[in-house]
């Protein structure tokens, strides 16, 4: 086992993953830039090294000033969290050329996934299922048209690199094709440096459905059922659970084990997260994260494990912990994004934090970086925090959600917790009967948002 590992993350997810070198007797070392210089990551940790200005490019996607913070500390191994540069397979290779260890898959493996047309592919030909669509890119307007067609409209334009929600087009008729293609593909260029673009069928009323699978790299996978991310705005994720409200015990163990034989085919090791789009009763695979996702914790919450332990465990060449059989759900647990942001319109909200309780009690974690008189930078996302609530059953960890939310005190700021207050006393959210636009319909009605 390690004895050290270093942190290139900030926020939350470097606190959750020093939290568990700490319970697993493993020194840290927090990174960050000259505005974190009091963040609570590096205060945590057991050592911190400075590795640039605030602009996150020049200091936590800087590769250089990480690996130069690992020598000067003598961290064996780094863990990336989520987002910075935890996908970024140039990364991983040059971590492994340095001798040391990346908690994560292998560069390969991420390589495969962050192109979307080759992940498509393999997941194809592992048997995953996936949105009818074109095979491969597209490469002429006039091809596009033709497969959108035979496909049949609405189609999407997706660019193959692309993330967060940028260089996706719907397009609802073949009037509207030019348009859709063309943005995605300029969308592509300019985020991503890759214009290549496919289609899919564009599926009306889905469910955001992703299966959490964890690896050992030497064949061994298994499935740590589903979570239900269906409540996004502009594709961002704002609220989380598991299991999910619309499926069953049957498709669970099917998709399930459909996706932890895939992942045991290509051996793949340590988390990840293949997502599917859910439309009666059909999984449609749409990408897969080959990293933790900021809302594992309904997953660790219901099976009763530690995934960032676990993660690191196999990369320090140990053996996985649990087995199928070992993985039995208990309960219901429900996620909420805080973020520093003022509604109606989301507009980011940094500042000084002038009052900070957390709330607590049975069944209730609050995984965030905030404290009392904290100021939050405005360089950086706007997730402040996350609420996770769990409870015997859905109806329990929604009134335990909203028993939290009222013990919730952040002053000085604004945040997206009245959303959630709000969203609480929702017929469709007390019932879980909401698609992957609930959210936006009910923002653009209620709060003038769109
Ligand atoms: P990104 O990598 O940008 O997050 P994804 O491929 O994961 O892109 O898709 C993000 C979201 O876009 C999905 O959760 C869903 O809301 C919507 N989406 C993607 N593909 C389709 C599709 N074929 N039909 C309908 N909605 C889609």
Not at 46 to 55: L, N, T, W
Not at 207 to 236: M, N, P, T, W, Y
Request: with cysteine; glycine share 10%.
């Amino acid at each position: 086992m390690f004895s050290k590992i270093l942190v290139a993350n900030r926020g939350e997810i470097a606190l959750r993953v020093i939290r568990a070198a700490r319970e697993m007797g493993i020194q840290s070392v927090a990174v960050h830039s000259t505005a974190d210089s009091d963040a609570m990551h590096v205060r945590m940790a057991d050592e911190s090294v400075c590795i640039g200005p605030p602009s996150s490019t020049q200091s936590y996607l800087s590769i250089p000033s990480i690996i130069a913070a690992c020598e000067i500390t003598g961290a064996e191994a780094i863990h990336p969290g989520y987002g910075f540069l935890s996908e970024n397979a140039g990364f991983v290779q040059v971590v492994e050329d340095h001798g040391l260890t990346f908690i994560g898959p292998t560069a390969e493996h991420i390589r495969i996934m962050g192109d979307k047309i080759t992940a498509k592919e393999t997941m194809r030909k592992l048997g995953v299922p996936c949105v009818p669509g074109s095979e491969g890119g597209v490469a002429s307007l006039e091809e596009a048209k033709r497969l959108g067609e035979e496909i049949g409209y609405p189609v999407i334009i997706k660019a193959t690199a692309g993330g967060g929600g940028k260089g996706m087009k719907v397009a609802t008729s073949v009037a509207d094709m030019e348009r859709a293609f063309q943005t995605a593909r300029a969308e592509g260029k300019s985020n991503f440096g890759n214009d290549e673009v496919y289609i899919e069928k564009y599926l009306t009323t889905p469910r955001h459905i992703e299966i959490q699978v964890f690896g050992d790299g030497k064949g061994r996978a298994v499935h740590l059922g589903e979570r239900d991310c269906s409540l996004q705005r502009r594709h961002q994720k704002v609220f989380e659970e598991a299991p999910g409200p619309a499926i069953s015990e049957e498709e669970r163990a099917r998709i399930g084990k459909t996706c932890a034989d895939a992942m045991a085919d290509i051996n793949y090791i340590g988390a990840g997260t293949i997502e599917f789009l859910y439309e009666n009763g059909e999984f449609y695979f749409i990408e897969m994260n080959t990293r933790l996702q900021v809302e594992h914790p309904v997953t660790e919450g219901i099976f009763g494990v530690d995934l960032v332990r676990e993660q690191i465990q196999v990369a320090s060449g140990m053996p996985m912990s649990f087995r199928q059989e070992d993985l039995k759900i208990n309960g219901h647990a429900i996620e909420v994004r805080l973020n520093a942001e003022k509604l109606p319109n989301f507009r980011p909200s940094p500042g000084r934090i002038s009052q900070y309780h957390a709330p607590g009690g049975l069944g209730v974690r609050m995984d965030s970086a905030i404290y009392d008189g904290y100021s939050i930078p405005p360089y950086y996302d706007s997730l402040i925090g996350k609420l996770i609530v769990q409870g015997r059953d859905r109806p329990e960890a929604l009134a335990r959600l909203g028993r939290a939310l009222g013990e919730l005190i952040i002053d000085g700021i604004d945040t997206t917790v009245p959303l959630f207050h709000a969203l609480l006393r929702e017929k469709d959210i007390q019932t879980g009967d909401y698609n992957i636009h609930w959210l936006e319909h009910w923002l653009e009605t209620n709060l003038g948002d769109g």
